[in-house]
């Protein structure tokens, strides 16, 4: 079975840094193409980050920068730096079918909170 | 990149009713690679259609895609009460990929 469970979040202030987790289980991370997609509150979907299959990634203009997606074995990483108020958002893990498709699996989400 | 705006922003429909979503792309959305998702309070996004008509599995066949080029459409047949959500389109025919705001089906 298939699961993505996400961990890391919390509060931060601004200018801070956060890294969040996303531990697999049914597949590695390594053989499928993963993402970091985030909701802020009351908002609509973003994708945030992608790493494909080969190790390409691709970065929302938003985050360009300030985030880093990585992998390894069955944990897929997004490591926040200069965090914004903005960046406020549930942040979810998801595996996309193919090498950039659509979203076929997500994680439960994890909460960011940037404020003072 | 390609702008996609759902219509309407909200829909009020008693159980029974048939709703029909509107997803319309800023510019033509290659091999209509379009997917439904439905999201509830508190939860993640679910998968629903992609390749624009293509129902995921386990999604009833109340459920049903269409569209191509630059407007698509989904269609609940008849609402059933845990059918009441939001739902987005998303594309990914062209990079970077996008999602629609939103359409919230609610109760009337």
């Known amino acids: 079975e298939v699961q993505l469970v996400e961990s890391g979040g919390g509060l931060v202030q601004p200018g801070g840094s956060l890294r969040l987790s996303c531990v697999v289980s049914g597949f590695t991370v390594s053989s499928e193409c993963m993402s970091w997609v985030r909701q802020a509150p009351g908002k609509g979907l973003e994708w945030v980050s992608v790493?494909?299959?080969?190790?390409d990634t691709y970065y929302a203009d938003s985050v360009k920068g300030r985030f880093t997606i990585s992998r390894h074995s069955s944990t897929l990483f997004l490591q926040m730096t200069s965090l914004r108020t903005e960046d406020t958002a549930i942040y979810y893990c998801a595996r996309v079918y193919a090498d950039g498709w659509y979203v076929e699996y997500w994680g439960q989400g994890a909460l960011v909170t940037v404020s003072s | 990149e390609i702008v996609l705006t759902q219509s309407p922003g909200t829909l009020s429909l008693s159980p029974g009713e048939r709703a029909t979503l509107s997803c319309r792309a800023s510019?033509?959305?290659?091999?209509?690679?379009l997917a439904w998702y439905q999201q509830k309070p508190g939860q993640a996004p679910r998968l629903l259609i992609y390749?624009?008509?293509s129902r995921a599995t386990g999604i009833p066949d109340r459920f049903s895609g269409s569209g191509s080029g630059t407007d698509f459409t989904l269609t609940i047949s008849r609402l059933e009460p845990e059918d009441f959500a939001v739902y987005y389109c998303q594309q990914y025919g062209t990079s970077p990929w996008t999602f629609g705001q939103g359409t919230k089906v609610e109760i009337k």
């Open positions: 390749v624009a008509s």
């Open positions: 790493i494909y299959r080969g190790g």
């Open positions: 510019q033509s959305v290659s091999s209509s690679y």
